[in-house]
């Protein structure tokens, strides 16, 4: 079984300096919700956004449900050879139980994600779906404990998704970032063994989702 991880996701709730901002609370009470229990979304929020620590890589919940469903809608998943994660630009992790299917539509999907930060676990039938936890990417590298950690960046060593793909072994851990621009942070790039480029543009990370899964799929079920 391989692990993926989509790192320093731009998926948080209002951080607490910007709960007051007029376009926040305006956005939250059409919601019916407090400021502080909505996702920071740049569509809703960008002039309160403007000026905040890491503006590039926040707010941009969408492109974490896009490589979400990339990831969970693949023989690769529903057969248990798959584990999802999802780590925050805010330090906390999602961690997926078996067979997850988080809803297609990005506003029902705000809701679950809003609902699982207020309760800490999402349960179903007496299964765990969804937990969030405080913790950091290097914890939850220590509690993988991955045979190789292969990431994605532009700042990579230019390779093919075939190429890469060939080189991913069981127990192996595969780093996605969950945001919009930007690079990964010291402290994540430097737990990465293998870090390659698959071109000389940044392409959107469920593109790369979808396409390096499917060409490891390919070395196993073909």
Known sequence: MISLIISESALELIPYELEGHPSVISHARKLGKHSSEILLDNSWHFAAMKGIKNEIKRGRPDIVHFSILEATTIPLYLENKLNLFVHTIDDKVIHFGKNVH??????????????????KKIIANNELLLEI?????????DEIKPSKIVGFSTEGELSSYEKIAAQISDNSCIILGG????????????KITDLYSVGNESFEGHVVTSRILYEYEKTIFM
């Open 102 to 119: 988080l809803p297609k539509s990005y506003h029902r999907f705000q809701g679950v994600i809003e609902k699982l930060y207020q309760e």
């Open 179 to 190: 945001f919009q621009k930007g690079h990964f942070s010291d402290s994540v790039q430097n």
């Open 133 to 141: 936890k405080e913790q950091t990417f290097s914890e939850l590298i």
